[in-house]
């Protein structure tokens, strides 16, 4: 990947984090990512249920490549007594990775609140050590609350603000590029997949070049609450390859520098002479890859293909990503990794 193509990606990594996109409120990223690809001359396809298809030509046995812009968050479920929000999870957003996140309230007027996940106590110096330890345990149904950046200390003060019971709530990603290509933000998991394939997009609208096989873009909008891109499919596909992260923790082989490949998942054993297919095709042109297992709480997009029955080979390949779900971290050569792998594949 030159310069120009890693600068542009990573610019669209930038734009799509500063998109809150919730699972179920996706409407601002979807007209975003819509717009890049008509700007790029190809035609897109959009779904009563959300989501995007984009066609980059080719001829043969159809293959999807697909990313999901959809982000974990929360959701107003009540307004308690002193004007702070409870909340329930919207896909999985373990409660320790959100404590003391600023947020952003979406109303249903269209109005937006800012605020923070805290706890009801959240002093150090009051409360009791032993007790300020365990404050998290009850999670969101009993000891974190947003507290709005309002002055409101009762029911009906928050109320009049306009928030009700559903309200989205979606947290400030706080994207930052580190050095050495270290890049860290909220949502990489599937943003940074995303800017994956609109960069392969773009260097196939300006080269002009078709792949060797017919060849579709599948951005979907519901993979963090499980439905996945099982949806809207074209119906002559042999193949689906879903572009999502690859988990590095001890005892995986998954690297924030290598693009993944997942053989198994929490359900599915994956396409074993696909994969076979990526590591030749790493092989052949030096692209620096591991293969692992991403078990027992891991689903993808692929998830919902199978899952709905359809005759297709799959995977999923994507950057290594560290704390996944939570604060999150990748690096360029990861994103850069995957690109070269799947480019070479699909030409």
């Not at 499980?226 to 082989?253: R, S």
Request: aromatic share 8%.
């Amino acid at each position: 990947m030159n310069q120009e193509l890693q600068q542009y990606m990573l610019a669209q990594l930038e734009k799509l984090m500063g998109i809150d996109s919730t699972s179920g409120f996706c409407y601002a990223v979807e007209a975003y990512i819509k717009g890049e690809f008509e700007k790029m001359g190809y035609a897109v396809k959009t779904f009563n249920r959300g989501g995007l298809l984009i066609d980059l030509g080719g001829e043969g046995d159809g293959i999807v490549l697909s990313a999901h812009a959809d982000d974990i968050g929360l959701m107003v479920r009540r307004i308690l007594a002193d004007g702070t929000l409870q909340v329930v999870t919207v896909g999985g957003l373990r409660h320790e990775y959100a404590d003391l996140a600023n947020v952003r309230v979406y109303t249903r007027s269209g109005k937006v609140y800012t605020g923070t996940v805290r706890r009801k106590s959240s002093s150090i110096h009051v409360n009791p050590i032993e007790d300020f330890g365990k404050e998290t345990a009850g999670g969101y149904d009993k000891n974190l609350v947003i507290v709005l950046d309002k002055a409101v200390t009762t029911e009906a003060e928050t109320l009049a603000l306009g928030i009700r019971c559903g309200d989205i709530v979606a947290l400030e990603p706080n994207f930052t590029l580190a050095d050495d290509g270290y890049i860290k933000s909220r949502f990489l998991d599937d943003k940074a997949c995303v800017a994956v394939l609109m960069a392969m997009a773009k260097t196939a609208a300006e080269k002009k070049l078709a792949p060797r096989r017919h060849t579709w873009v599948h951005i979907s909008v519901t993979e963090e609450i499980g439905m996945g891109a099982a949806y809207g499919l074209p119906e002559d596909i042999t193949e689906f390859i879903a572009l999502d992260i690859g988990c590095v923790a001890p005892g995986q082989y998954s690297s924030e520098h290598k693009a993944c490949i997942c053989a198994h998942d929490a359900r599915w054993a994956y396409d074993y002479r696909l994969i076979s297919q990526l590591c030749e095709t790493g092989d052949k042109n030096g692209i620096d890859y591991a293969v692992d297992i991403y078990y027992p709480h891991y689903g993808s997009d692929v998830t919902g293909v199978l899952a709905s029955g359809r005759d297709v080979r799959a995977t999923v390949v994507g950057p290594g990503v560290l704390t996944t779900h939570g604060y999150e971290r990748t690096n360029v050569k990861g994103l850069e990794n995957t690109y070269d792998l799947l480019e070479a594949y699909i030409r």
